[in-house]
């Protein structure tokens, strides 16, 4: 099979940027904490990968790639919410999305409290290498950190996790 020519998707990459949908959906439902921005989030990271896949190296972890994405448009909507409106007030962790509150159990309704109150970084840390299989260099990489700086965030959030629920 001749390689397409400059400029020209290859093949894989759809067939692969679609495989990966799922683990961007979750990410994003983290990023975002709710359903509809969460698909509005990845939507937005496909319209963007697929007009920068130019950008990306056969042979490098895509996924890597694509989270990148996902974390960079979160960011640049927060910006620019930021901008125009007034921010909710952050630690608000009863509208905490994924398990109905039903089926929660107290373990589960303080560890969801716990991970709320970590800032930002350390959250979003524990996240990519905990929940999403990312190695630390890995994670590093998407949030455009140090290795010795993932690895401080990652061991900080576990630390602070475990002291909220001693």
């Known amino acids: 099979m001749a390689a397409p020519s400059p400029g020209a998707m290859h093949p894989s990459f759809k067939n692969d940027l679609v495989a990966l949908l799922p683990d961007l959906r979750a990410f994003s439902r983290f990023l975002c904490r709710e359903r509809i921005a969460a698909d509005e989030l990845v939507q937005n990271t496909v319209v963007v990968a697929l007009s920068k896949h130019a950008q990306f190296e056969l042979g490098?972890?895509?996924?890597?790639?694509?989270f990148a994405i996902v974390r960079s448009q979160f960011y640049s909507g927060l910006r620019s919410a930021r901008r125009r409106t007034a921010i909710v007030e952050a630690g608000e962790t009863e509208n905490a999305p994924g398990v109905d509150r039903a089926d929660r159990s107290s373990d589960l309704i303080d560890f969801s409290r716990a991970l709320w109150r970590l800032s930002a970084e350390y959250r979003e840390a524990?996240?990519?290498?905990?929940?999403?299989?990312?190695?630390?260099?890995?994670?590093?990489?998407?949030?455009?950190?140090?290795?010795g700086t993932m690895k401080a965030r990652v061991s900080r959030a576990r630390r602070q996790i475990a002291e909220a629920l001693a």
């Open 60 to 66: 490098t972890n895509l996924k890597a790639w694509l």
């Open 126 to 147: 524990l996240m990519l290498v905990g929940a999403c299989g990312f190695s630390y260099q890995e994670a590093a990489t998407v949030c455009g950190c140090g290795l």
